[in-house]
């Protein structure tokens, strides 16, 4: 069964590279994801779980207009998952697999940036279309112009600089602030975004001496938790996800921290639902784009179906890597419909790529637009909510959402995001 | 010196073996030739494993070196711009040379545990050090992207899968006449008895610790081609406790039985990873850490074993 897997996708990549007018009954397409490990409960099995209910409805023709039409070009999709954990080094061998041993037409998904980094310029020498789903380094396309490589999630800088302006449009009298934030790149970044952001838009306020960095995976912060709470900064930053955020929040609870501090979430949306009702209220949370606990009750078509779909399918709702793998695969399948109606038979990855390049689509989250990095890098807006437990519906919900608008938070095309912040956001529209 | 090598029987065989690889590789698929490639150069630090392991010490930290060599190479063409391979793979080897040999003071003095832990106290240094600094790439680490030979900048990646071949050739032939010389030949001696080695004249921390310094460069070695190879570098795929762990995993796989096995066995160990991986995505340590067992408990002399039946065979048979 395997062996003729990998025959039939060996025979499809030659078939791929001859020209473009073969149709083809099926692609077969990597994606990869956290099965195991720590991220695979918070990010990998949401985002797989995301990418498979709407990999099964576009090959059965059952998503929503304006995707009605059946199939990528046609074509169903055979997806691939493999897991994501065990390392850069292990996950660039991996890639190499997926596009020179089983042949694979394109590559979607990951989840860490450090990921991201590592298979870009490998995707860049094998010429193979890949799209990034989570991943937030902005580094991935402001290092080098990329030409095989597309993401369909906005980048990390903006998540911080949206967190800045809600918390400074929402607690005025807010003077000074912290953070708790994982000891590794994202976690270092986040911050590091959100203090710098804090210090253009509001000068007046004052960053805390001692911003707490615990190890990754730490899952004890007794220390860490008195150190803030001995910190004159009332509001705290944290980038923490999946365990971490969880045991943060457990821990800070019976401390009694959200008592007297204001906690600012950029990623712990999963920790919303699977703390359910001892999740305090009062948190700002934020979800990385129009998506999970901000967007529940959104009636909007599509977002209402991914959401009642999913819950009926998987027994939960759909989180922001749900929606992030969802919108990958939709906009594959967008461009493979455009090249192919363009193309007048079934495309070609150049011309797939062509199709894909400056995209701008109606996602299960709201509008994502391929605008930035020579039509490479999306954007979109970025929200943040606070949360609230909602006894009667026996369900989790967030208050006074706001969504700050692409042109307010991500720097002009062409320009290094970090040295834009750093210029103090130069020609931003809030 | 080079007819000395070429009489050893294992040496001839092996630099026979080698070259047919090597041009087989002409005709391999990428993907085997990647696998085959970096299945190499962890042979490297598996071969330096085991000459620490014929005397008994078992080191849970070699990551150390591995990362060193790694990083060396990544740092070089970052803030250098050299990509050439000899100049790459040397500041490898001297940088983990560098570190083998001061460390080496320490860890000589100890055995057993203490020495396994103590090694692995001091991978987790660098680990520390590289995930708390974000001009050393942090947890993201960077790519290595560039090779080139005395300036030619070949297409592809079988010049470089030729260079790791002869860095493999070159390093165990030297690892096999080291283990040949009377220096060498005090490798089990120590494991058995170390009062008596000292008796002969001999002294038993310097011994260990030019094993220790062999071992530190073969390792510093295999991470520069590991980087080379497969183009990028991060603590947690080069540096942290797991890769160690790997190492000695594809130690005990292998067998300590030759200078060969280390790669055999690391070879193997790719398409181990490479096949669990596809067959049980969900489940792939299992079956990784399922075959260990398995040979631990059905060939305690590892893959080696197997092999070394017909290959003594023909010693005599030969001889």
């Known amino acids: 069964m395997l062996g003729r897997t990998v025959l039939a996708g060996g025979a499809l990549a030659a078939a791929a590279a001859a020209g473009p007018a073969i149709a083809k009954d099926t692609i077969n397409v990597g994606i990869a994801t ?83 980094m590592a298979v870009t310029p490998v995707a860049e020498e094998l010429k193979k ?19 095989y490589v597309f993401r369909t999630q906005a980048h990390a800088v903006g998540d911080s600089i949206a967190a800045a302006h809600y918390v400074l449009d929402k607690f005025k009298d807010m003077k000074s602030y912290t953070g708790i934030n994982q000891n590794y790149a994202w976690g270092q970044d986040s911050y590091k975004f959100f203090d710098v952001a804090m210090q253009k838009m509001a000068p007046e306020t004052k960053a805390s001496e001692n911003p707490q960095f615990p190890k990754i995976f730490a899952g004890q912060y007794g220390t860490e938790i008195s150190t803030l709470s001995l910190d004159s900064a009332k509001l705290v930053h944290t980038s923490f996800w999946g365990g971490d ?78 929606y992030q793998y969802a919108n990958s695969v939709l906009a594959l399948k967008i461009a493979m419909d455009a ?36 039509g490479h890098q999306a954007v979109h807006p970025v929200g943040y909510g606070i949360t609230k437990w909602d006894k009667e519906k026996g369900a989790a919900t967030a208050v006074d959402v706001k969504f700050y608008q692409p042109e307010c938070i991500y720097a002009p095309a062409g320009q290094n995001s970090v040295e834009w912040l750093e210029a103090g956001m130069p020609g931003a529209k809030c | 010196m080079v007819a000395t090598a070429w009489n050893d029987k294992t040496i001839r065989w092996a630099v026979i073996g080698f070259g047919l690889l090597a041009a087989a590789g002409w005709l391999l698929p990428t993907w085997i030739l990647n696998n085959v490639m970096f299945g190499l150069a962890r042979g490297l630090a598996v071969l330096g494993l085991l000459v620490l392991w014929r005397t008994g010490l078992v080191s849970f930290g070699h990551a150390l070196y591995f990362g060193l060599g790694a990083y060396a190479v990544a740092l070089l063409e970052k803030y250098t711009g050299l990509t050439d391979v000899f100049v790459k793979f040397g500041a490898a080897i001297l940088v983990a040379g560098a570190f083998g040999f001061l460390l080496g003071f320490v860890l000589r003095n100890y055995r057993a545990i203490f020495f396994a832990m103590l090694s692995l106290a001091f991978s987790m240094v660098l680990y520390g050090v590289l995930v708390k600094m974000e ?95 497969l183009g990028q570098v991060d603590p947690d795929s080069m540096v942290n406790w797991t890769v160690s762990g790997e190492l000695v995993f594809i130690t005990i796989m292998s067998g300590a039985g030759s200078v060969v096995a280390p790669f055999i066995g690391a070879i193997v160990f790719e398409f181990l990873r490479t096949y669990a991986f596809e067959l049980a995505p969900q489940a792939w340590q299992l079956i990784v850490g399922g075959t260990l067992l398995a040979i631990i408990f059905f060939l305690p002399g590892g893959i080696w074993s197997v092999l070394e039946k017909p290959w003594a065979k023909r010693e005599t048979d030969n001889g």
């Open chain 1, 34 to 116: 956290f099965l195991s490990g720590p991220a695979a409960g918070p990010f990998g099995v949401p985002g797989r779980n995301g990418a498979e209910l709407v990999i099964d409805a576009i090959n059965a023709g059952t998503l929503p207009a304006p995707y009605a039409k059946a199939g990528f070009a046609g074509a169903k999709m055979n997806p691939i998952f493999v897991d994501e954990a065990g390392g850069n080094a292990k996950q660039v061998g991996e890639y190499r697999n997926l596009v020179e041993k089983r042949g694979v037409d394109a590559v979607l998904g990951y989840i860490s940036s450090g990921t991201c």
């Open chain 1, 129 to 147: 279309l890949t799209i990034l789903s989570v991943c937030g380094t902005p580094r991935v396309f402001e290092e080098a112009q990329r030409t």
């Open chain 1, 245 to 322: 955020i969880e045991a943060f929040v457990l821990q800070a609870l019976v401390r009694g921290f959200f008592n007297d501090k204001q906690v600012i979430s950029s990623v712990g949306g999963s920790a919303v639902d699977s703390l359910g009702k001892k999740f305090p209220d009062g948190v700002v949370m934020g979800t990385r784009g129009e998506y999970g606990l901000l967007v529940r009750d959104n009636k909007e078509p599509l977002n209402a179906w991914f959401v009642e779909e999913y819950k009926k399918r998987y027994d939960a709702y759909p989180l922001g890597p749900s």
């Open chain 1, 339 to 374: 090249a192919a109606e363009k193309a007048g038979g079934f495309p070609n990855q150049e011309q797939t790529m062509a199709a894909l390049k400056g995209l701008s689509w109606q996602s299960f989250g709201g509008k994502i637009s391929l605008s930035l990095a020579d």
């Open chain 2, 135 to 229: 001009v050393l790439g942090s947890t993201d680490g960077f790519s290595v992207t560039q090779y080139t030979i005395f300036g030619w900048d070949p297409e592809g990646k079988y010049p470089l899968f030729c260079f790791i071949i002869l860095a493999c050739v070159v390093a165990l032939t030297i690892v096999q006449l080291y283990l040949k010389s009377a220096l060498g030949a005090l490798t089990t001696a120590i494991r058995d008895n170390e009062l008596r080695v000292e008796y002969l004249g001999y002294s038993v921390a310097r011994a260990i610790h030019i094993k220790y310094l062999i071992s530190a460069c073969l390792a510093g070695a295999a991470g520069g081609a590991m980087a080379m190879a």
